[in-house]
C-alpha cells in the first residue's frame, strides 16, 4: 500500500537531493502503481483514461496524486503541482512532465547532451 512505500522513502529535504527526467518517471510509474493498485508499471505512453486501452482513470483520479506527490514520492525535492494541471496529462509520461514542471530548478539533474 502507499503509506509503507511513503515511509521508506526519504524525507530529508535539508540536503540538496536532485533526480533527473528518468528517475522522475520511474517514481511516476512507482507512485502509479501504489495509489492505483496496478499490477504492473505502466509504460510512458500508456494513457491514463478510458481511451486508447488507458488505465480508465477520471479527472478526480489525477486530483488526488497532487498530496501523494508533494508529500510522498516528490517530497525530498520539493515538488508542488496543482491538482488541475495533473487533469491535463493525458498519459504516463505527460504526468511525468507536469510532476517535472513543479520540481524546482536547484533539484533538476539535466542531462548532457
Known sequence: MAHSACRKRSTDTSSQ????????????KQMLCEQWDLDSEPVSGKYL???????????NDLRALETPIETCYFKDVNATVAGHDLTAATTVGQLRDVIWKGVPDKHKQETKQ
Open 17 to 28: 537531493v536532485t533526480i533527473s527526467r528518468t528517475t522522475a518517471l520511474r517514481r511516476t
Open 49 to 59: 483514461n478510458s481511451s486508447n486501452d488507458g488505465l480508465g482513470k477520471m479527472p
